[in-house]
């Protein structure tokens, strides 16, 4: 298992319109109070197996709130990822869509939320 640097790499980032569309296509849909959170599984060429990875894409739309309160939400999901994604299952695609009451919560409540909706479960890719 890889260990898990401060900082947020673009190989942990989903970056493209066409890997979201993918994850809400083949992704395992989780609503979680104030976030849905779609799980899909990586398909890789046999050569890259090897590679644990689990990639996040966060996605706040205007309805939540300003762009400061979004890139608020969006830093939230992104430090919990960052703190507990070695406990998620490997080679997954984790998409987490914000809903308007994600605004109001703090870092550790959106921890606890998404801990609740993905870590706990012992979440299996579909």
Known sequence: MRTRSARFS???????????????RKGRRIVAGEFVVLVAPIVR??????????????????KV???????????RVREWFR?????????????VIARRDAAELGGAEVAEV????LVRPKVSTP
């Open 10 to 24: 673009r190989a942990d980032r989903l970056r493209r319109s066409w890997e979201f569309r993918r994850a809400n």
């Open 45 to 62: 060429a046999e050569r890259f197996r090897a590679i644990e990875r689990r990639r996040l894409g966060v996605t706040v739309s205007r």
């Open 65 to 75: 709130g300003n762009a400061v309160v979004r890139n608020r939400v969006k830093r």
């Open 83 to 95: 703190t507990h994604g070695d406990r998620l299952p490997a080679d997954v695609d984790i998409v």
């Open 114 to 117: 998404l801990d609740r909706a």
